[in-house]
């Protein structure tokens, strides 16, 4: 209790802030309203998309040659999640040094305490991150292993019934490679923390503009929207409905 007394009200209400708009900002973006998609809702359509046209696609090694691109952009944040975890881990073992650091800069002069648990936080982000990053590796390699599992002859029954689950599959990574994105983030809004509490809400209010701005207002998602390049799916052509994103047909 004597610890939790080093914090104001204020801190706390930062903290409830970044806390709180993290967890709504993922929910609004995984699932979005009808009227409004974001740009990771509408990618999922051309994730689908993508692998009904891979069926028919011969030869297959440019599919492959992209799956193996994001499994690399995984592994890579994965690595430099573990690398922020450990630097983290390293400077709490530390932490009077970045008291006096902080003390020399006019920061405050907190117990260590108060550091120790502010490295924390952002620890918790870089720990998150790292775990969806590494599950998005290997729902990738999952996806690789479906790909690969479809027949080449695009008249058997079960070649669009597999690509449409590689489609799922790979959707399901792109989610979980997002938000961990979006947990570095926020674990970059929490290093303002060490700033002081205003500090820690404005940064959480930035991060929440930065990123709800690109999935839902930005320009890319303009071009997405644009269903110029729709064709007219049915149920036979294992297709996807252009006009109700993320409703699969096939």
Known sequence: MDQLALFSP?????????????????????????????VSRLMADYR???????????????DSAIIDNMRQGAAF?????MIAIGGGLALIGNADLLRGVAQDLTLGSAPTIVWE????????????????????????????????????????PVAFIRAAKSGEINITAARSFNGGLRSVYFGIAAAAWLLGAWALAVATIVT????????????????????????KHTPETHGVDATRPGKLLG
């Open 48 to 62: 689908r998309e993508w692998m009904r046209h891979f069926v028919t696609r011969e030869p297959r090694i440019f």
């Open 77 to 81: 944040f994965a690595s430099a999640s």
């Open 10 to 38: 204020l801190d706390y209400a930062a903290l409830a802030v970044l806390v709180l708009g993290w967890i709504i900002c993922n929910r609004i973006i995984e699932h979005p309203p009808e009227h409004r998609p974001s």
């Open 117 to 156: 648990i502010k490295l924390l936080l952002m620890l918790f982000f870089a720990t998150d991150a790292f775990l969806k990053f590494v599950w998005s590796h290997r729902l990738f390699g999952y996806c690789a292993v479906l790909m690969a599992a479809v027949p080449n002859d695009a008249r058997n």
């Open 208 to 231: 929440l503009v930065v990123i709800l701005r690109r999935e839902f207002w930005s320009a890319s998602r303009k071009v997405l929207l644009d269903g110029s390049d729709r064709e």
